[in-house]
């Protein structure tokens, strides 16, 4: 199984940028698509990006589409959110998982392994 470490998170002001990490050990990460997932305040984890075993296609939720980029460098074994134009609604904890698709929609992913401890993002206005 695939365990995953988060970095990258921080405090920014809206319409600023960060960069997440994720690194992975153990299992095979190059055969798993990857996902990142996070946690508002109050609310339930929710899906936000995904991207294929080798990158060739990533998935997004609507509400960062056109502002997040996920992307994986295998060699590293490590996944990337590129997170621009941050809202204050982007505010939440933002963990990595390996991701299995569950339907047909690009939001249609679930988590499938260990959570991590989270990188935590906030965003005020």
């Known amino acids: 199984q695939v365990q995953v470490v988060e970095s990258g998170g921080g405090s920014v002001q809206a319409g600023g940028s960060l960069r997440l990490s994720c690194a992975a050990s153990?299992?095979?990460?190059?055969?798993?698509?990857m996902g990142w997932f996070r946690q508002a305040p109050g609310k339930e984890r929710e899906f936000v990006a995904a991207?294929?075993?080798?990158?060739?296609?990533?998935y997004y939720a609507d509400s960062v589409k056109g502002r997040f980029t996920i992307s994986r460098d295998n060699a590293k074994n490590t996944v990337y959110l590129r997170m621009n134009s941050l809202k204050p609604e982007d505010t939440a904890v933002y963990y990595c998982n390996t991701a299995r698709q569950t339907g047909r929609s690009d939001d249609s992913w679930d988590p499938t392994g260990y959570w991590g401890q989270g990188t935590r993002v906030t965003v005020s206005s």
């Open positions: 153990g299992g095979t990460f190059r055969s798993y698509a």
């Open positions: 991207i294929n075993y080798n990158g060739g296609r990533s």
